[in-house]
DNA sequence: CTCATCCAT
């Protein structure tokens, strides 16, 4: 009995017993609240209980009474999954019963269910058909403070039905300061209500912020005493130091990219050979979303006794993952940004300083289970003016989507609709000339027939669903929905071991068409489906990733029933699958060129002598990304599916050989008459 | 010779 350890003797429990929770004792005035006021702001930081208790409390109380429910959002499919997996435990019955979820492709509800947790985006798209959200008594929306481009819009359409539904309660949840802004957004009259002098009286009584304190540990923030020249140095420095001087528990360091991370872990490994064994022994991991959910996991694992983990993170473990056990938070004070240049139509990703509000997020991972220390790499003065929070997504984002589901929601006048933080103008206007030229909208702007509310419908971008309501005229509807699908996962699609790069590259080239990366995809995804009957083994043999070829599989099946809900039909029999002779494999070839040239004919590009391309405008100089079939292979006229700046580089990818002729013919009113520069 | 993070009956 001598080692007998208390540890080992005792499991801790899954969860705090609800009863313990800050919010607990709020529950009355929380009530009242709701109760009072259409519309309640909380502001909770993380271990408030608020997400898991709120919905709770809600439903006792009597919300769901009348046969309606309660709805909460979240900005993460894992979030709402994991939530309702963990309040049907608390509530004690199974999930999809009382406790429910709905994310895309997982229904977990039933007719018994009272609280609902899904996506925003869910959300939205069940405004589509139930314009009023008539099935709810509450919407909370949670982490709105995120400002992602689908809270954003679920914020001013639940505004605009709250005019409607005067019986409708809202929640809005933020961990920050932000409230005020939710504050006078709601309660600022919008132009159709009020008129000019009215709605003076009813801002005191449509929304109230509620404050909860959190359960989180006391951290420690340090600054530098000067600014450091090189993050990724002074962070690896910092990590030694802190596992020189410290005491034990695991280290987060948040740096910006793949690169930087890469090199960060062989540093810290390299070093701590060197370091020999005066310290004890140190575990540097990588976590970045390009990593496979098999390399992502390490990060989860406990290190061995007497070993401290080292994670090396990007931005996906300030809210997305979680990891316990972070005493110590190394944060380099930068973040990549995406943002889109309407001028341009160009994507770049730029490192940027973060926001104060981001700062303290990561801060915060230091305190989750004990007391913790988060050492920033930069100075006090440098904190002082990093900005509240980076500007929300609605404001540096390519809005066609956004202006398609807008209109599909019936708001014709898009310009107007009550932003939270209205998006540039010159977005909007770059949204709607691209919309016009797809053919989705009419000279007044109004959605076309069936041609727009069918693209607003379908789950992907704008060009690729005008490909795809094209692919009936080009007979090739069965390819273009798997190309489709596969060019939605964004590039997951091929995977490999460290050092393992040339076996995947020899991989690749056994699906490689000639005509470049669209057709690629769709030979991998045929052969998935067809020799390798969706087996994880092929996938493992063919360097293909398969949770990612999984996904594939259910995104073409859902294309697919959209588009025979517009009474469009694929002919998948067994015959129409018959390898074809060569000849006829070549015009099946082209006729999915013309179709993806007929949506991407604005993404179109020429080879120039020296390997580079350039844009129709020819102001840009592009160039295809690595990962694409077309780098360093010969091409004349091109589309794509993405272009991205970053760094000194402007990188198309997805890249399919097109015939110049096409664009005229396919695209009249966007490429004019012959212009002998570029003939 | 390479790219932050999410999401959509």
Redesign the pocket.
Known sequence: MADFNIDSAFIPALHKPAALLPIAKHRESLLYVVETYPVTIVIGQTGSGKTTQIPQFLERAGWCSDGKIIGVTQ??????TTVALRVAEEVGCEVGKEVGY????E?VTSAATRVKF??D??L???ALVDPLLSRYSVIMVDEAHER???TDILLGLLKKIRRKRPDLRLIISSATLQAEEFLSFFTQPTEETAPPGAGGEEKHETAKIVSLEGRTYPIDILHLESPAEHYVEKAVETVFDIHSQEGDGDILVFL????EIDHAVQEIAERAAQAGSRYGAIQPLPL???LSTEQQMYVFDKAPKGTRKVICS???AEA??TIDGIVYVVDCGF????AYNPTTGIET?TAAPVSKASASQRAGRAGRTRPGKCFRLYTQQAFEALPEANPP?LQRSNLG?VVLQLKALGIDNVVRFDFLSPPPAELMSKALELLYSLGALDDYAKLTRPLGFRMA?L???PMMAKTLLSAPSFDCLGEMLTIAAMT?L??SVWFHHDGE?KQM?SSRRKFAAEEGDHLTLLNAYTAFVTTGRKEARFCRENNLNFKSMTRAVSIRS?LK??LERFNIFVDESPASRQPAAEADQGRKAERIRRCLTSGYFAHAARMQADGTYRNVEGGTVLQA???SLM??RKADWVIFHEV?E??E?T?I?DVTKIEKGWLLELAPGFYKVTDSRTS
């Open positions: 900005p993460r499919r894992v979030a709402a709905s994310i895309r492709f229904d899904m996506t985006g869910l939205i798209r069940e992602s481009t689908s910006t990219g793949r690169e970045y979303a390009g990007t931005n996906i997305s993952v973040v990549k940004l995406r990703l997504e989507p419908e789950a992907v971008e939605s964004g590039g790069q590259e859902q029933r959209y990304h690595p990962s780098f360093n991205m970053t760094g580089k990188f990818r």
